[in-house]
């Protein structure tokens, strides 16, 4: 994200685009000139790098394709970075998980198929619409018995959480009688209606008609509800620099045919998904699970380490003589012990840079979150396992003249490490699937790229027996080799 300096400077010159243009009104200076200082936002923008927060899975607008982020908001946002001479970074996240990190300034704007709301307009600033949507509802192909809102009664319907979907299907529910169930996106939604938990699906109608044509198992039943526009968001106040470039680099983009140009490569008879079989899919998801594994290991690598020595440092602490260094163990143990890890993933990633005002990378903030959670686990371990010795051998070695640190680094700690050697295996394993959690704040690790998966092709339990099958593969091979060292270890 840009530094803060730039953040004032951009103000600045919306300041003096402002005053210009009251000043040309003044001064009778012509409707030509006045409209000049319009053309500042490219040079506030210009050179400067925006950390962009868009979802996951919302094709046709934003989807992975051979590895790649593409669709509509995609190529409006580079198109716009390219017109105005700035350069974009683009966070996948989800659509909730964007939105909180724009609040909590770990991106600097959002593109990601969102609505237009007046509820959103007092949070953020949004540019002028670049999508005009509206919903449709759709239920399995095999479905014959819902044909409308009327066959809905004491039913249950799905919709996207925060979405135009949502909104209207909660419009309506009462009037048809039906229970609306919020999921967090689409390929999820469709599946839970394939699978009988819901019995129609409430998408924007552009979303709806690409997975339809993508063979993801649905029908549409309804005809389009008119819906509301989507929009570049910004926080309330912030980048006005930023929302000014993009309305200017949307207008270009319309005036030169580029904008319509993206519209139609997506919507306009899309081409339909190629039938592949399972090795098919195998062969294309191979790269990109095998990046996202390297990334598990790395996280899982380094929070093993980090949980390692903070579980050796403050399990020493609970059975020490002083009562302060006990105190100060219990109270982290209880904390990481005692809240969900989800909670501490959105914590650090999200509410410690409100917090602190500095922002924090994904991968620094997954593996805070797994080294702080698990070393609580293993300060636990470290202290069962030193209580575990024989008390004994500690009145032994204090009778032989040996200090506290000695006896228990000579005496104690040699037969605590045997007792303690299978539990932080354990520990270990639990970690690395742990890692799986952190797929919600956008670390594209094993499970987050196994999602950006099956949201492009609709194959999710296909691509999640892959993703399970290498959980399951690495867990075993490294719990093998982890009991080999300890029979040579620990003999």
């Not at 490219?42 to 899975?57: L, S």
């Amino acid at each position: 994200m840009r530094k803060k300096t730039m953040f004032r400077a951009g103000k600045l010159s919306v300041a003096v685009m402002a005053l210009l243009a009251l000043g040309g009104g003044f001064l009778g200076v012509s409707a030509a000139a006045a409209s000049q200082p319009l053309a500042q936002p490219q040079a506030a923008v210009t050179g400067e790098t925006y950390v962009i927060g868009t979802d996951t899975t919302f094709a046709p607008f934003e989807y992975r394709k051979d590895g790649e982020l593409t669709g509509i908001d995609m190529d409006l946002i580079r198109g716009i970075a390219k017109s105005q001479g700035f350069t974009v970074e683009i966070k996948s996240l989800g659509f909730d998980a964007a939105l909180q990190a724009l609040q909590s300034n770990q991106v600097d704007g959002v593109i990601a198929g969102m609505s237009i709301t007046d509820e959103r307009e007092l949070i953020f600033d949004f540019s002028d619409p670049y999508f005009d949507s509206g919903v449709q509802m759709a239920v399995a192909e095999d479905n014959t018995e819902i044909t409308g809102y009327s066959d809905l009664a004491g039913e249950t319907v799905v919709a996207k959480r925060g979405s135009e979907g949502e909104t209207f299907a909660n419009s309506i529910k009462d009037e048809y009688d039906f229970t609306v169930k919020a999921l967090a996106d689409s390929a999820t939604m469709y599946d839970d209606v394939k699978a009988g938990n819901s019995v129609a699906v409430f998408d924007d109608y552009p979303v709806l008609a690409y997975g339809i044509n993508q063979n993801n198992g649905l029908k549409s039943v309804t005809e389009k509800e008119q819906g509301s526009s989507y929009g570049f968001a910004v926080n309330k106040g912030q980048n006005p620099e930023l929302l000014a470039a993009f309305n200017t680099g949307l207008a270009d983009l319309k005036d030169n045919g580029e904008y319509q140009a993206i519209l139609d490569t997506y919507l306009e008879q899309p081409a339909p998904a190629a039938a592949s079989g399972f090795f098919g899919l195998l062969s294309d998801s191979m790269p990109a699970l095998m990046k996202g594994l390297g990334l598990t290991l790395l996280a899982t690598g380094l929070s093993i380490l980090i949980a390692l020595v903070l579980g050796v440092l403050f399990g020493f602490f609970t059975v020490s003589e002083s009562r302060v260094l006990r105190g100060i163990a219990s109270v982290y143990v209880s904390i990481f012990r005692g809240t969900p890890l989800l909670v501490q993933a959105f914590f650090f990633y999200f509410g410690l840079p409100q917090l602190t005002g500095q922002s924090i990378d994904v991968l620094t903030a997954g593996v805070l979150t797994l080294s702080l959670n698990a070393g609580a686990y293993m300060t636990e371990i470290v202290r069962g396992g030193i209580q575990s010795v024989d008390p004994g051998q500690t009145e032994a070695g204090r009778s032989l003249g040996l200090g506290y640190v000695t006896t228990m680094r000579r005496v104690v700690l040699p037969q605590a490490v045997k007792i303690m050697t299978p539990s932080f295996i354990n520990q270990f394993v639990m970690t690395l699937k742990d890692t799986s959690l952190l797929a919600v704040i956008g670390f594209a690790e094993l499970t987050y790229q196994g999602q950006q998966i099956y949201a492009a092709n609709f194959r999710t339990g296909e691509t999640l027996l892959i993703v399970a099958a290498l959980y399951f593969i690495v867990i075993n091979l490294l719990t093998m080799l982890s009991n080999k060292l300890d029979k040579r270890f620990n003999k």
